[in-house]
T-cell receptor, first 113, second 111 residues
Framework: EAQVTQNPRYLITVTGKKLTVTCSQN?????MSWYRQDPGLGLRQIYY???????DKGDVPEGYKVSRKEKRNFPLILESPSPNQTSLYFC????????????FGPGTRLTVT | EDQVTQSPEALRLQEGESSSLNCSYT??????LFWYRQDPGKGPEFLFT???AGEEKEKERLKATLTKKESFLHITAPKPEDSATYLC????????????FGTGTRLLVSP
């Protein structure tokens, strides 16, 4: 089954404790992206990657890191999480073409206390 | 500033009561407009892409249309299973890897 998977689905952590949210897709898509979704603000892009070893900042990259060492994986790293990073996070992937019909993962709900 | 605004924020319909959701946008140059459906606790699911004014796309009870400044998602004779949040997103001519999302319309269809 073609899908985007994320782990963990739920995470409660404390301020400053480094964490990684994994994202993997089995569709051989070139493009991958991370979003956060907050009430009243909608989905905002954090980082995106056009292909292996090619990443760039989205609208809200502060406090996050990403890497793209393999085509299928695009982990999101929070080096020192803070309470304002409490949010619902989505990973998405898309084949590289002019229009980006993105396929989203199930989401990771992160709470930073 | 590129902006996408959806209205209404929430809409409650009776089963069979047709209506429309609105997505208005102000962007420097539109490459594509997307509609997604999001169920509670799940990621957005792709519905439609529209590229140019006058274009229409249909899927079951949903029809999406596009003008130069806005898009409508028409829901004909909705059923309770159509209840979800509907998201609109635009892709600009510059930086086509970026999608700008609206905040969505929460639709509830009662039996």
């Amino acid at each position: 089954e073609a899908q985007v998977t994320q782990n963990p689905r739920y995470l409660i952590t404390v301020t400053g404790k480094k964490l990684t949210v994994t994202c993997s897709q089995n569709m051989n898509h070139e493009y991958m992206s991370w979003y956060r979704q907050d009430p009243g603000l909608g989905l905002r892009q954090i980082y995106y990657s056009m292909n292996v070893e090619v990443t760039d900042k989205g609208d809200v990259p502060e406090g996050y890191k990403v890497s793209r060492k393999e085509k299928r994986n695009f982990p999101l790293i929070l080096e020192s999480p803070s309470p304002n990073q409490t949010s619902l996070y989505f990973c998405a992937s898309s084949p590289y073409r002019e229009s980006y019909e993105q396929y989203f993962g199930p989401g990771t709900r992160l709470t930073v206390t | 500033e590129d902006q996408v605004t959806q209205s209404p924020e929430a809409l409650r319909l009776q089963e069979g009561e047709s209506s429309s959701l609105n997505c208005s946008y102000t962007v420097s140059g539109l490459r594509g407009l997307f509609w997604y459906r999001q169920d509670p606790g799940k990621g957005p699911e792709f519905l439609f892409t529209l590229y140019s004014a006058g274009e229409e796309k249909e899927k079951e009870r949903l029809k999406a249309t596009l003008t130069k400044k806005e898009s409508f998602l028409h829901i004909t004779a909705p059923k309770p299973e159509d209840s979800a949040t509907y998201l609109c997103a635009v892709q600009m001519n510059t930086g086509f890897q970026k999608l700008v999302f609206g905040t969505g319309t929460r639709l509830l269809v009662s039996p």
